[in-house]
Nanobody, 116 residues
Framework: QVLFVESGGGLVQPGGSLRLSCAAS????????MGWYRQAPGKERELVAT???????NYADSVKGRFTISRDNARNTVYLQMNSLRPEDTAVYYC??????????WGQGTQVTVSS
């Protein structure tokens, strides 16, 4: 059973950048698609970006052109490069499979705070 541990979050100013990492305890080779999700206080969890095993990516309109998702199967790690960060990007970011239908547990996530 694969477990995910997110890291790389922090406090950044608007316009800044962060690179998030999602380390899996086991192989993610068999997972067809992985996704980054985020949840802001008082809001529902939303999908941010996805990447298939073949490398096809999709992004929410709100992050398109600013965020880049990547996948390194050899390291069992998924990344999210976030540029031009905005205050509305503030949230706890999670990784998991996509579509997520309770196959894997949610990790603790990593906090991203964009503020001056």
């Amino acid at each position: 059973q694969v477990l995910f541990v997110e890291s790389g979050g922090g406090l950044v100013q608007p316009g800044g950048s962060l690179r998030l990492s999602c380390a899996a305890s086991g192989s993610i080779f068999s997972i067809v698609a992985m996704g980054w999700y985020r949840q802001a206080p008082g809001k529902e969890r939303e999908l941010v970006a996805t990447i298939t095993r073949g490398g096809t990516t999709n992004y929410a309109d709100s992050v398109k052109g600013r965020f880049t998702i990547s996948r390194d199967n050899a390291r069992n790690t998924v990344y999210l490069q976030m540029n031009s960060l905005r205050p509305e990007d503030t949230a706890v970011y999670y990784c998991n499979d996509y579509p997520h239908i309770s196959r894997f547990d949610w990790g603790q996530g990593t906090q991203v705070t964009v503020s001056s």
